[in-house]
Structure formats: C-alpha cells, structure tokens
C-alpha cells in the first residue's frame, strides 16, 4: 500500500511559476516510478510527466515541454513538478501517481500507475 499526498497547487496569472510536491508513504519510495497527470473540467486524465525509480529517465507531454520539470529526492520520499512559464491552458487538476517497478521505463499510460494522490487544483489567469 501506498499513500501520496499533492500539495502546492494554487492560483498563478499567466507566466506565473508553481512547485508541486508529493510526498509518498507506506512503501520504500525508491521502488516506485512517479508521475504527474492532469485533469481539466470534461477532458480525460493526461500524462504531464514522469521520473523512474532511480531518476536516470525523465519524459514530459508534448505540451509542457521545456516548461515543466519533474524531479525526486528518495530521501524525502518526495516528486516534484516545477511549473514555468504557466499558461491557462495549463489550468487542471493534478495528480501524482505511483508505479510498482523496477525497470527504467517512464509510463504514460494512467492505467499503468498503482496508486493515486488526491489531486491538487492548479489555476493560471490570463
């Protein structure tokens, strides 16, 4: 079992910069490949980013590129998303998300990750 918890969500105006967290309980966090998703209101859950176990691959979705950056520090049990030059069309729900691995593959597939954090709102203004 699992438990992850998002937080740094907020309200940013456009080029505006937020840092999520999410801090990982239950299992030895080194085992897990974490990622990011996304949800706006009436779209499906998107992948936004992910990291492997040992941090040795990062990928990012097409639309966050060069923007975002993702990153983990095991000691902490904890992911990061650092947020950059925020649009509103980055406005969503995000979730961090855990996978039981231990390959170096980054997953893209939300049906791919075991466990789910709470989500947390991110809000960009134009």
């Known amino acids: 079992q699992v438990q992850l918890v998002e937080s740094g969500g907020g309200l940013v105006q456009a080029g505006g910069s937020l840092r999520l967290s999410c801090a990982a309980s239950?299992?030895?966090?080194?085992?897990?490949?974490m990622g990011w998703f996304r949800q706006a209101p009436g779209k499906e859950r998107e992948f936004v980013s992910g990291i492997t176990w040992s941090a040795g691959n990062t990928d990012y979705a097409d639309s966050v590129k060069g923007r975002f950056a993702i990153s983990r520090n095991n000691a902490k049990s904890t992911v990061y998303l650092q947020m950059n030059s925020l649009k509103p069309e980055d406005t969503a729900v995000y979730y961090c998300?855990?996978?039981?691995?231990?390959?170096?593959?980054?997953?893209?597939?939300?049906?791919?990750?075991?466990?789910w954090g709470q989500g947390t709102q991110v809000t960009v203004s134009s």
């Open positions: 239950g299992r030895t966090f080194s085992s897990l490949g």
């Open positions: 998300a855990a996978r039981i691995t231990y390959s170096s593959g980054v997953y893209y597939s939300a049906r791919s990750y075991d466990y």
